[in-house]
């Protein structure tokens, strides 16, 4: 039974494929040099085979050693120049290397499968394609000689060797001493010919019996036996095998078979017979020992001359050493402790600064970095191995399909961490898949479009900004976003408002949809419904992403961009509640800074999402905090006055000093926290894949190569966390993983884009909004006046107010302003002392006065639906919420009448309530003008009904239900505008008798002379509450007069 | 240690039994020293009832092959078991001594 877990097979496993990888490009390089053979290829693909067929034979592998074995035998016969690369002979070796690979990944069954097939195709190949060899100058006898000159065996017969080698041995002079290598291991001379037995033929041998007496002298502790062995097993598996140190084993070199003449003038000084004096097996090289160089002996007489061969060196002389990945790992590990470790030095000697120290820390550090980087280096490996095997998939792909593609690579040498170099193999295969199934045309058809017949696909590595670019570029088809749409549409994965927004670039990304394949025909190539989906889930797991640039005829150009390694991270720290975050730099794509006074203004909810609108773009926030599930905590840093007096301020009332606010009963206890903590907000905006968002953290740290340890299994759940490290104070930080976060809260961007949009369209309706000059004077409370009221703003200083009788007037421009406090009239709080102010000032009954207001955040078009119920107190006319804000929207002739009453005894009241005449239409189409003044109309006694344009006035007029006293209207209107309503009322003799006062903010000479020509009786600005209501009266007055209808006031002032 | 199976001439033929090892093979030695100082060129050694033969066992085949070669005479071994046989043949102990597998 074969054990998958057995060391030995696991690393057999792990070397065929290895072998196998690099087998199929070797194939087909040696297959297109055709006759003209590479002889270093050939023999280094004859050497991996064979040591794969060597190790099989050991392990058992009875299948996959005569498999191997056939193929050795082939590139063998290409080697000596009787073969020649045929395609033919390359298919017949690819097929084989399949049947190895299928072999060796399911190596527990592999004895059960049936080679023959491979096998015949292999010989038949090589007869049909042999080209007859002379074969009789192989009747030759050789010697085996020694590095040193002395020779091992002589006189053997070359055929034999020849013929050990064909069948695809190794030949090897193998030293064995009785005593050391078997009796002292308690090993019997049986136990050593079963082993011997098992794993080759002893092709010639003798004992040495120098040093070895007779009968009357003691028994030998030495018996050294040298033997010519053919064997397929590899020199270390030999050593192994046969239980003698590897240094006895040694490989007599394969070249001799390809060096036919003999090599000439190199004598054999030594020979076999010779009874030479060694006294005990010589370990480094005992072939040797037999014939020691001090003793040169003449040659046996032949009648050739003998071919001297040189053995190998039992370990080849080779610059690569195996090593367990494990042992790798842990090098890795320690060498991340060491950096930890280094970072904390560095951190106690810049703290404790000695000149001694801080030299010593400093070589620490070097030293440090650079093991670091030695050891980094052996986790990497050249993308070759990866993009070897591609150009054998073209090859067959392209067959297969009828195409022809021609693959170029480029940057094979480009190095990469191990881990990531065994992720993106799948990934990769499958672009490359695409590319020729998807990509490239048939050669018909690019004929048609006036290409080459032969596709181009373009595979090529490079370091591009810390990252490794991979990009697949074909001169193909390209893909057709439209019909992408089309076949997005039909399954159902967007909807056809979807589609028709789309840009190309959006709908290309289609591809990436789950279970989107786009083969037109499910091909056994692609198309199967793992889609690029896969590859871009697959490509993100190790930190990469895939970009698409495709046009449609010209081809397309995929481009991966992985990370260099996984172990070491340039990451930003950060801290959030108590704890310190990393975050690695490739998913950071830039950090946004809101000052605590454009929070209020810059973060927007949509569908309870908040949002950064960022350069045009809505950006989904994430606050740490509740991802993670803690408490964020305000870092208090002074920044200047005016923030540090609003921050004292929040501090107050986090101590509970807080005085209960009608605004705080709205606000849900989270929204509460979140704008205690806004301060200044701290944004990373990160990056992973295609997917944007921002993330709200405490405070920002240092940039940080960090060394990124694994959690604990009993962690592996938590989807936030990528790992952890160790900071430079011995703390721990968790590494954050920014796709988990996303995942986590159910981020989801098309939402966000959708809602975008949405909000995008409800901004453009104008008739919804109001211009609104938003200000706070605390953090909490929002107030917002109508531009429309306000006739401008200044900005003062504290000093510039001067206190008169009780009132705040404003020294300015020679004269002086009255100044109005909110909280000395509405229910808020104070504005905060300070150093300058600002002040708007509002223009009422022909005075002005100013509002102080200390910090004004910006003019929103704030919906117009207002609640009048809530907020509804002196001075306020009700509340709208923008970005789940309450805004208090100020009424400010009711502010100032509250605070200078006298202006306004001069304003002329309506006395009688129940008059019918009193009855006002008013029409107005923004709702937020149509309720204000509604409401101060009702407010000063009159019945009021609002229609929202011209058409729903006219029609409610001729309703005999109603009977009005009065017309006000706006002018610009939908449906019908104001002019057009004072037209008809003017001309139906019904109403002709109404007073019509417009209302209008285009108050243009021309305007006001067309309106007059109309019939309208008045015109009034938009908004002068007080001028409006003193020609409201002016013309009811004057109608009841006409009438004679008076009130009883009016009879008075009459007879006056 | 062995018994003589039989004498003649100059020619004897040993059949030891059990082990030929560290422990017994330089008495084996002493034993057939005597048997060549005795005047016998030609020993036969039948190893049929041998179960075990060490490193130093298989030495005192060598120096017997060698004393006798010396002196004119010759060793042959006789084994019924296929492995050693096999083994004397692998070391090409054959080529110098007769080994004869014994059915």
Redesign the interface.
């Known amino acids: 039974m074969i054990n998958k877990n057995d060391e030995l097979v696991a690393s057999y496993i792990e070397e065929a494929n290895e072998t196998l990888a690099d087998f199929e490009n070797d194939i087909l390089i040696i297959e297109e040099a055709g006759a003209n053979i590479d002889i270093e290829l050939v023999n280094k693909v004859f050497r991996g085979i064979h040591s794969m067929k060597g190790s099989a034979g050991f392990l058992g592998l009875v299948s996959i050693g005569s498999l191997a074995h056939e193929a050795e035998n082939v590139l063998n016969l290409i080697r000596n120049n009787e073969l020649v690369p045929t395609s033919k002979v390359a298919d017949a070796l690819l097929r084989a290397a399949d049947c190895l690979r299928g072999m060796t990944n399911n190596i527990d069954t592999s004895n059960d499968v049936d080679v023959t097939e491979f096998v015949n195709l292999l010989q038949v190949a090589t007869t049909e394609e042999s080209t007859p060899e002379v074969r009789e100058s192989l009747n030759r006898d050789v010697d085996i000689a020694l590095p040193t000159g002395g020779l091992a065996f002589v006189m053997i017969k070359e055929m034999e060797l020849v013929m050990w080698q064909k069948q695809g041995f190794d030949i090897y002079v193998v030293s064995i001493d009785?005593?050391t290598d078997?009796?002292d291991k308690n090993l019997?001379?049986?136990d050593?010919?079963?082993r011997?037995?098992q794993h080759g033929n002893?092709v010639?041998?003798?004992?040495s019996?120098a040093g070895?007496?007779?009968?009357?002298?003691?028994?030998?502790d030495s018996?050294n036996?040298v033997?010519l062995f053919a064997s397929m097993l590899a020199p270390a598996d030999l050593a192994q095998a046969i239980g003698v140190p590897e240094s006895q084993v040694s490989h007599i070199a394969t070249s001799m078979q390809t060096n036919w003449e003999p090599s000439g003038p190199k004598e054999p000084s030594g020979s076999v017979e010779s009874e030479t004096q060694t006294s005990a097996p010589v370990e480094a090289c005992p072939v040797e020992a037999i014939i020691p160089a001090s003793q040169p002996v003449s040659p046996k007489p032949k009648n050739n001359k003998p071919d001297t061969v040189i053995p190998t060196s039992s370990t080849p002389a080779s610059t690569n050493l195996r090593v367990n990945v494990k042992v790798l790992d842990r090098l890795m590990n320690l060498a991340g402790e060491l950096v930890l470790g280094r970072n904390q030095l560095l951190q106690e000697a810049s703290d404790n600064s000695s000149l001694g120290m801080e030299s010593v820390a400093n070589r620490i550090d070097q030293v440090t970095s650079e093991l670091q980087d030695a050891i980094m280096q052996t986790r990497m490996q050249a993308i070759g191995t990866v993009f070897n095997k591609f150009p054998r998939i073209v090859r067959d792909l392209s067959s297969q399909l009828g195409k022809e593609c021609e693959l170029t690579i480029d940057g094979k040498d480009v190095e990469m961490d191990k881990t990531i170099i065994e992720a993106i193999g799948d990934p990769l295969t499958h672009l490359i898949r695409n590319s020729v199934d998807h990509g490239i045309e048939d050669p018909a058809t690019r004929k048609q479009r006036r290409k080459s017949p032969s596709g181009t696909i373009k595979l090529k590595a490079y370091h591009q900004a810390g990252k490794v670019n991979i990009s697949i570029s074909d001169d193909g088809g390209g893909i057709d976003g439209e019909k992408l749409k089309e076949k997005a549409l039909e399954r159902g994965i967007i909807t056809s408002d979807q589609a028709a927004d789309m840009t190309h670039r959006e709908a290309v990304k289609l591809i990436f949809h789950p279970g989107f394949s786009m083969a037109k025909v499910v091909s056994d190539v692609s198309g199967r419904g793992v889609g690029m989906d896969v590859v871009r889930t697959n490509i993100e797991e190790i930190g990469g992403t895939v970009e698409v640039d495709t046009e449609v005829g010209v081809g397309t150009t995929i481009v991966v961009k992985l990370p260099l390694t996984l172990a070491i991270m340039p990451s930003l720290v950060l801290r959030c509640g108590q704890d310190r975050f990393a975050i690695p730099q490739v998913n950071i794509s830039e950090l946004v800074r809101i000052k605590a006074s454009n929070v209020a203004t810059t973060i927007e909810k949509i569908k309870n999402i908040e949002v950064l609108r960022l350069r045009g773009k809505l950006l989904p926030l994430v606050r740490l905090s509740n991802a993670l599930g803690i408490t964020s905590q305000f870092y208090d840093r002074k920044i200047d006055d005016l923030e540090d007096n609003q921050r004292a301020q929040i501090a107050d009332r986090r101590s509970g000093q807080e005085p209960v606010q009608a605004v705080a009963d709205l606000r849900s206890g989270q929204d509460r926290r979140e704008n205690t903590v806004a301060g200044a907000l701290n944004i990373i905006v990160v990056e992973s894949g295609h997917f944007h968002y921002g993330l709200i953290v405490d405070e920002l740290f240092d940039n940080k190569e960090i060394v990124v340890k694994p959690l604990g299994k009993h962690l592996k759940d938590c989807v936030c966390l990528a790992g952890a490290t160790i900071l430079g104070d011995g703390m721990v930080a968790l590494i954050l993983d920014v796709a988990g976060i996303a995942s986590h809260l159910n981020l989801i961007m098309p939402d966000t884009e959708q809602a975008l949009e949405d909000k995008a369209r409800a901004d453009s309706q104008d008739s919804e909004t109001q211009s609104t000059l938003v200000f706070a004077n605390d953090p909490e409370e929002f107030f917002g006046v109508p531009v429309e009221f306000i006739s401008r703003i200044e900005r003062i200083r504290a000093s510039q107010i001067d206190s008169v009788g009780g009132q705040d007037v404003l020294q300015y421009r020679g004269s002086s302003l009255p100044l109005l406090h909110l909280a000395d009239h509405a229910r808020c709080k104070p504005e905060p002392e300070a150093a300058v102010y600002n002040v708007i000032v509002f223009k009422i009954s022909g005075k002005e006065i100013g509002l102080v207001a200390s910090n004004l955040v910006d003019i929103s078009e704030l919906p117009v639906h207002i609640d009048t119920v809530t907020f509804r107190q002196t001075g306020i006319i009700g509340s709208t919420i923008q970005n789940e804000k309450a805004i208090r929207l100020i009424d400010v002739f009711e502010l100032t009448e509250a605070a200078h009453p006298e202006w306004f005894t001069q304003r002329e009241t309506t006395e009688s309530k129940e008059n019918k005449s009193n009855v006002i239409l008013f029409a107005e189409d923004s709702s937020f003008f149509r309720q204000q003044v509604t409401n101060f109309l009702q407010s000063e006694g009159y019945e009021v009904v609002a229609c929202e344009d011209g058409q729903i006035a006219w029609d409610t007029l001729q309703d005999p239900e109603h009977q009005f006293g009065l017309v006000v209207t706006d002018i610009e209107m939908p449906n019908m505008d104001g002019l057009e309503l004072a037209r008809n009322i003017k001309s139906d003799p019904m109403f002709a008798h109404l007073p019509v006062i417009a209302v209008t903010s285009l108050a243009g000479q021309d305007d006001i002379e067309k309106g007059m020509k109309i019939g309208i009786d008045d015109y009034q600005v938009k908004l002068d509450r007080d001028m409006l209501l003193a020609a409201i009266a002016k013309h009811l007055k004057a109608a009841r007069l006409k009438s004679g209808v008076l009130t009883n006031s009016e009879k008075h002032q009459i007879r006056n | 240690m062995s018994e003589h199976v039989g004498i003649q001439d100059k020619n004897i033929e040993l059949n030891p039994d059990g082990k030929i090892t560290?422990a017994n093979?330089?008495e084996f030695?002493q034993e057939?020293?005597e048997l060549?100082e005795s005047g016998i060129l030609q020993i036969t050694i039948n190893l049929n009832n041998v179960d075990?033969?060490?490193?130093?066992g298989?030495?005192?085949f060598?120096?017997?092959h060698?004393?006798l070669a010396?002196k004119g005479g010759s060793l042959t071994v006789i084994s019924d078991n296929e492995?050693?046989c096999?083994?004397f043949h692998?070391?090409?102990?054959d080529e110098h001594f007769a080994v004869v597998k014994s059915e």
Do not use: Q, W
Request: hydrophobic share 55%; with cysteine.
């Open positions: 009785f005593f078997i009796h019997t001379p049986i050593f010919y079963k011997t037995n002893v010639s041998s003798y004992m019996t070895i007496g007779e009968l009357d002298s003691e028994l030998p018996m036996f033997m | 560290a093979a330089d030695r057939l020293l060549v075990m033969i060490d490193s130093k298989l030495a005192v060598i120096v017997c060698k004393t010396a492995e050693l096999n083994l692998l070391m090409r102990f």
